[in-house]
């Protein structure tokens, strides 16, 4: 009944469904990772909130080269790792970091190095402040930092790609995104390869600073497509064998509807004698 299969047609037919419903699995198992790597992120950011913060030394190595380099990234498992750290802002080093959106605001993050004992130094995200009248790129007046030792309680973030050019405006430095390898080649000490998103400061920040929030990664997106991938690869599946079950019942006449008599072409019947 089912013996049509092996033919050169069906056979290349079911290669391709195999093929296509490998792929989908395929794309599905990669969603699947991306779901449980955003799921990981989202559960660091949540413990980072809750942690009590340990030693900067405990989430960073510190810089072991000289001024203007950055030391090494953070291991993954400790990013958003909640960190406490004392050292003296240096104001005239102060980034503002432009097009940065909060509460549907375009503005600057600011961030400020601060200087430990040892002569390294860690970027602090000390908050967000809109711009000055004029357009979103115009130039804010930042806050001043606090002088003298400032202790710092933040948690710890990872590098931005795609940072662009530093320039510097108006004594200030500007960028596009936080690359900290870049702007380290701006500054005079060794910088850790991670900057801190502050959460706590002593003496306490000022408060034209708004906190940055901190998105969660929309893993349930990725699981979504997840489902969808591995749906269609039963679909596939299932077309096939529906499609094949169909050709063998045709094949067998199960299931059609016979032919209607033509009566005109009978014969016609004789009077009897």
Do not use: C
Not at 128 to 153: E, F, H, L, N, R
């Amino acid at each position: 009944m089912y013996r049509f299969l092996l033919s050169p047609r069906w056979l290349g037919a079911l290669a391709l469904t195999l093929v296509a419903a490998a792929v989908m699995v395929f794309l599905g198992n990669w969603q699947l990772d991306r779901y449980r790597g955003r799921t990981e992120v989202n559960e660091r950011i949540d413990a980072g909130q809750r942690m009590a913060p340990v030693p900067l030394a405990d989430a960073l190595r510190a810089p072991a080269d000289g001024a203007g380099t950055a030391g090494p990234a953070p291991a993954e498992d400790k990013v958003w790792t909640r960190v406490t750290v004392t050292g003296r802002y240096d104001p005239t080093n102060t980034v503002l970091v432009r097009g940065r959106t909060v509460d549907s605001r375009v503005g600057f993050e600011v961030l400020t190095p601060l200087v430990l004992a040892d002569g390294t130094a860690v970027l602090v995200d000390r908050g967000w402040i809109p711009p000055a009248p004029g357009g979103a790129t115009a130039q804010p007046s930042v806050p001043a930092a606090p002088t003298g030792d400032v202790t710092v309680v933040g948690r710890v973030h990872e590098t931005e790609s795609g940072a662009g050019a530093v320039a510097r405006r108006d004594g200030l430095l500007e960028i596009r995104r936080i690359g900290v390898s870049r702007l380290a080649g701006e500054l005079p000490y060794p910088v850790y390869g991670a900057y801190l998103l502050l959460d706590e400061q002593t003496p306490a920040a000022d408060p034209a600073f708004k906190a940055v929030p901190v998105g969660h990664a929309n893993n349930w997106q990725n699981f979504g497509y997840v489902v969808q991938w591995w749906l269609f690869a039963v679909m596939a599946l299932f077309g096939y064998g529906w499609v094949a079950r169909r050709e063998a019942r045709r094949a067998a006449g199960i299931g059609t509807t016979p032919a209607p008599l033509d009566r005109a072409a009978e014969p016609t019947p004789t009077a009897s004698a």
